[in-house]
Every structure is written in structure tokens, then in C-alpha cells.
């Protein structure tokens, strides 16, 4: 009778030792399962926010561009008279030269670029109508226009309804208003006044024109908006708006 009670015990013990190894393994078999839902989960967002932001995209430098201070896209639409308009990603709107862009806001400031804009080199009174007029309505704008090839290039920066600074240079200065800002000084940019003559040969001249015009995304960088970072900025699912402007600038 002591044996039966001494082996039903032992049987007992076994039982008891079997059920918490079991719990035990159990228990961390569940931790690891949650923790791996849990990372799982984490990878999953951390690809989704991969696939969501743009980290390598290269964009091509607009030959001119506007950018204007603020957040409401129809407000600056409205303010352009821009058309036919409908949603437009940034890659299609940088891809797309029959239309204009007005890309969605990047640190306060919104991007327009594409066709409608006008050429400094061509029509440098286009380009002061379109500023006044502009920062009349909407207040903040800047123009940038810049050729790589002719080493033509324009800045200007205007508010409510006044150009504050403006230089454009087209084999010879064909716009020069306001003072030098401390950014074209601290960057080394070179501006002539009105039939002023540079003393320098025709290649030392062309070298400033040159170097100006390498020169023109940097000072927009430092005036508010630098193109050279956008990509870390924008994501696929974010989109501005592209239409027609309704009459020649």
C-alpha cells in the first residue's frame, strides 16, 4: 500500500514538472510569436513608409521656375489663372513639359514650374508684370531662370505687389533692381548695372556668366526652397496640380 502511494506521488511530481516546463516553453513560445508580430509589424510600416517616400529619384533642374510662400494650391492656381487642372504627381509633373506644375507645398513654399512661365532673355517685361501681379495676390514670390547652354540666367524676389531684388543677364544686365541680397554676396554671384562695362576679355565674361548661372539653384536654396532636396521631401502619394494657364503672361 506505501509503494502504490509512493509511486502515485512520484507519477504526480512527473505530472506537475511536465505541465510547467510546458507552461514555460509555452509562455515564451507566445512572447516570441507576439514579438515577431510586433517586429513584423514594424517592418511592414518601415517598408510602407519606404515605398511611400521617394529616396532616390533624380529630377532635372527646371530652366525657370517660381516659388511662391504658402500652403493653398488653388489659391496660387487661382492667382496664375491656370485651366484645364488636375491632380499631378511630382514625377509626371517634372516629366510633362505641355503643361504647368504647381507642386504640392515643401517647407512652406510652392514649386511652379513647366510651360507658360515667361523667358527673362525674351521678354524680361513679361517677367516683371508676372511678379508684381502675382505678389499682389498671393504676397511672397520668387523667379528663378537659368540656361546652361547660353549661361543666361535671372533671379527676382517680390512681396505684395513690389520687387524688392531682381538681376537678369542676357549677354549684357537687362534687369537690375533693388540691393544686392547678403545670399548673392555670401555666394560670389556677380551682377553689372545697366551698360556697364565689365573689365574683363569676352571669355572673363563669359566665365562670371558661367559661374552665375551654376550658381542660381544655390541661391534659391539659401532664398527658401533648394531643388536639390526635394526627393527627401516629397512622396508618390502626394500630388500638386498641372494645367494651362487661360492667357499669355
Known sequence: MDGLIIVAVADLLVVAIVLVVG??????QGRLRGFNRFRTGQDRRGQANDRGRVKSVSLPLPGCWLVVKGRNLRAVQSALGVRDSRPCSWLEGFANADR??????VNGWILVTG???PDPAKDVDACFRLLLDLSQKIGKVQFFSVDQESHYHAWAKARNGRVLRAYAWAEGTIWCQ????WSETELGLKCFDYFEAPSTTPAGLRGIAAANASKVPLLAAQWGLDL???PQHFR???Y???GRLAHRI
Open 23 to 28: 507552461g514555460i516553453v509555452l509562455g515564451k
Open 178 to 181: 533693388g540691393t544686392k541680397t
Open 115 to 117: 510651360t507658360g512661365l
Open 228 to 230: 536639390a532636396r526635394l
Open 240 to 242: 500638386g496640380l498641372a
Open 236 to 238: 508618390l502619394e502626394e
Open 100 to 105: 504647368l506644375f504647381i507642386a504640392p507645398p
